[in-house]
Nanobody, 115 residues
Framework: VQLQASGGGLVQPGGSLRLSCEAS????????IGWFRQAPGQEREWVSC????????TYADSVKGRFTISRDNAKNTAWLQMDSLKPEDTAVYYCHVFWKTRDYWGQGTQVTVSS
């Protein structure tokens, strides 16, 4: 299983980024995909999740109304559109799948929100 996250970078407060997660090694279209993040010195926290057929999305309260998760099963790819970014969104962002009774994480992509 591989989950390749990309799209992070440095952005000013109020800016936007779009993260991508390219997946392989498992039946992507049959599993929900999640995004998590981990800030320095803090535990990893759940950010958002999308169901396997793109009909249900959920968000942490801290990002609701600012972040949008989506997926394209034909491309084995999920995205996290992040708007109105705040300094507290600074973290390494990971995509996630729970498959065959275990968690899989990508390598993460750094998002830094700073002026």
């Amino acid at each position: 299983v591989q989950l390749q996250a990309s799209g992070g970078g440095l952005v000013q407060p109020g800016g936007s980024l779009r993260l991508s997660c390219e997946a392989s090694g498992f039946p992507f279209s049959e599993y929900a995909i999640g995004w998590f993040r981990q800030a320095p010195g803090q535990e990893r926290e759940w950010v958002s999740c999308i169901s396997k057929h793109d009909d249900t999305t959920t968000y942490a309260d801290s990002v609701k109304g600012r972040f949008t998760i989506s997926r394209d099963n034909a491309k084995n790819t999920a995205w996290l559109q992040m708007d109105s970014l705040k300094p507290e969104d600074t973290a390494v962002y990971y995509c996630h799948v729970f498959w065959k009774t275990r968690d899989y994480w990508g390598q993460g992509t750094q998002v830094t929100v700073s002026s």
